[in-house]
């Protein structure tokens, strides 16, 4: 795994501060700010990021229109970064377990 994506998932994980995202909300989400990270966009985790984030979240274990709307809302985000970057996707099997990274006390 790249740093960069590292440090994005760990930027994110604080963020979160135990709280947790829809997988595809989490892998798009540390995408972006992996895209920040490497073009060097300060903040990292901007208003719309987290604004994402916190819309994720209470989503979580609803489904239907709150995760459809927040996908939608971080798809128009990606596009975005993405236009200002060449990067490739971002994804990571790591991601996969942010709900167990994100928890454990020490993990970052």
Known sequence: ???????????????????ALPAAVYKAVVRAARARLVDGDVPVLDEMLCSVIDRGVQAEGVHG???????????RALMQADAGSSLGSAGSNAAD???TRATR????
């Open 65 to 75: 229109f709150a995760v459809l709307e927040t996908r939608k809302t971080l798809n």
């Open 97 to 99: 377990d942010h709900r």
């Open 105 to 108: 006390p020490g993990a970052w």
């Open 1 to 19: 795994m790249a740093l960069s994506t590292e440090a994005a998932e760990a930027l994110v994980a604080g963020y979160l501060d135990g709280r």
